[in-house]
């Protein structure tokens, strides 16, 4: 393997020269980068990045932690920030802990290895002690979408609540009374905080909450599908549901034409995220849409500012994103069709 030595003496330049090339520590005139660059190249130098970590103390490197990168949400939040963070010269490990503990604390054992300068960090669930490895390693962190009770770190969410209110506020004004919510993993705030809204909606409309309407999903399409064909079963179905997550509500659309009925005809159905299948399916579904790019570029400036903060005590935020509910083609309106 080329040494850093070899290409300060084919430049014939000093090895501080090259270092001071490779990590952009030092003006270098023009005429003398290009003579390092070219001895770079005609000798195929590939700079160590763990050897420049340790002498330098900064890897240039982000953590990202996400529950399921199957999901478009955590894509499309993944892609946002990988794009922000590599305009900003770092580069970003993507972690995907499947909503699995275990493999997310094996993650953050990876990152403190690999010394990232900072982690955004989506949990798997509401219990990961294991964060405190990363903060005692002196490693920012931000929290996004997901209440992990951290103290130390920035927080990013959105205001579930007022998310899960809308959805059936909107399925109410359109005249249902049989309305039913299938939710997420109760491991996980948001969902939690959705259902509550779905509730106090019901409440402020007099209705009363029958329980065995609401189903547990595991944010995933088969569970939508499961889920919604519980609903299907019961004696009297419902004409209007709330799903926490849109990959559940285009699983319940699945099952709803499964069992020979119609979206919006028989079942109405509201969604949650705004992920782009939610426009892309037929009929396109109405959701409470999140801010995912504005999420993912705070998330990322936040952990930038953090990296690059003059004031490495600098007080950590906590920002909450308000949904908006996007209406579509998969709710009906009973009250016209009375
Ligand atoms: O679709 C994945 C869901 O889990 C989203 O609603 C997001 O808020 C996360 O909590």
Known sequence: MTTIKEVAQLAGVSITTVSHVVNSTRFVSQDTRQRVMDAMQRLNYRPNSMARS??????????????????????????????????????????????????????????????????????????????????????PIVIVDREVGLQVADVILVDNCQGGYLAARHLIQLGHRRLACISGSSRVTPSADRVQGYRLALRDYGMDCDESRIISGDLRYEGGIQAMQALLSLPEPPTGVFCCNDLMAIGAMRAVRSAGLRVPEDISLVGFDDIFMASAVTPALTTVAQPIEEIAEKAARLLLERVHSPQPKKPTERVVFQPRLVVRDSCRNLEESA
Do not use: T, W
């Open 54 to 139: 340790l002498r330098l103390g900064v890897s240039q490197m982000f953590g990202l932690m996400l529950p399921d990168n199957s999901n478009p949400f955590f894509a499309e939040i993944a892609r946002k920030i990988e794009n922000l963070c590599y305009e900003n010269g770092y580069n970003v490990i993507l972690c995907n802990s499947d909503n699995n503990q275990e493999r997310e604390s094996s993650y953050i054992d990876l990152l403190i290895g690999k010394m990232v300068d900072g982690v955004i960090f989506i949990a798997s669930g509401n219990q990961p002690d294991h964060l405190n490895m990363l903060v005692e390693a002196g490693i």
